[in-house]
């Protein structure tokens, strides 16, 4: 039944250690799109892919990259992760106006 | 400038109380998208509904409203007869053409319901 699935739900890594988080989806969208929400704070707009066309946010740093092979899976780099870094990143995919959120990846960083 | 601003940062009631959620919106977009989103504590970003501009119906479902106001810019949102099972962080978001049907999220509004 998952529509938008991420891997893995919690995630840890070690400052300056280059980390990759997964998204899938089963709804056959042609739009996927990459957030980091951190703590008490709105999701906030990394990326998103129109199919393969790549839109990356202004204010998205360099460290942040991001991947989408084929329109089921997205991935999300980030090169060299600081304690800043440490948030939920949010996988969502949108077909029709309406953005189906997966559940989330939490990012510790130490 | 904020595009979607959710005036109420907590929210605390007492299971079966009614609880209604703000949110105000700015655009300049004749055409545009208004939603609701919970996020419980797992973290999950739940769709809950979804208006177009042009659909000014108030929507029932369940223990929830919402009620659409174009003339003020509103888009309130209502929990009737609240449960623990609410307890959430609520967010209200706009999606407009000339912002490529991006999501503007409001800072969102915890709401706490007690036993």
């Known amino acids: 039944d998952a529509m938008v699935i991420q891997n893995p739900r919690y995630q840890v890594t070690q400052f300056g250690k280059p980390v990759t988080l997964s998204c899938s989806q089963t709804?056959?969208?042609?739009?996927m799109y990459w957030y980091q929400q951190k703590s008490s704070q709105a999701p906030k707009l990394l990326f998103h892919?129109?199919?393969?066309?790549?839109?990356n946010e202004a204010d998205t740093p360099d460290n942040f990259q991001s991947r989408r092979p084929n329109t089921s899976f997205c991935f999300l780099d980030i090169r060299s992760p600081g304690l800043g870094d440490a948030a939920m990143y949010l996988c969502a995919t949108s077909g029709q106006n309406e953005q189906y959120f997966g559940p989330g990846t939490r990012l510790t960083v130490t | 400038a904020q595009k979607v601003t959710q005036a109420q940062t907590e929210i605390s009631v007492v299971e079966k109380e009614d609880v209604t959620l703000d949110c105000v919106y700015e655009?300049?977009?004749?055409?545009?998208?208004l939603f609701w989103y919970k996020q419980p504590p797992s973290g999950e970003l739940v769709f809950l509904i979804r208006r177009n501009s042009f659909d000014e119906q108030n929507e029932i479902s369940g223990r929830y409203s919402w009620n659409f106001q174009k003339s003020t810019s509103s888009f309130n949102f209502t929990i009737t007869a609240s449960q623990v099972v609410d307890s959430a962080v609520y967010f209200c978001?706009?999606?407009?053409?000339?912002?490529?049907?991006?999501?503007?999220f409001g800072a969102g509004t915890t709401v706490t319901v007690r036993a």
């Open positions: 892919y129109y199919d393969k066309d790549f839109n």
């Open positions: 709804l056959n969208h042609n739009v």
């Open positions: 978001a706009l999606s407009e053409p000339t912002n490529d049907y991006k999501l503007s």
């Open positions: 655009t300049r977009d004749t055409t545009y998208y």
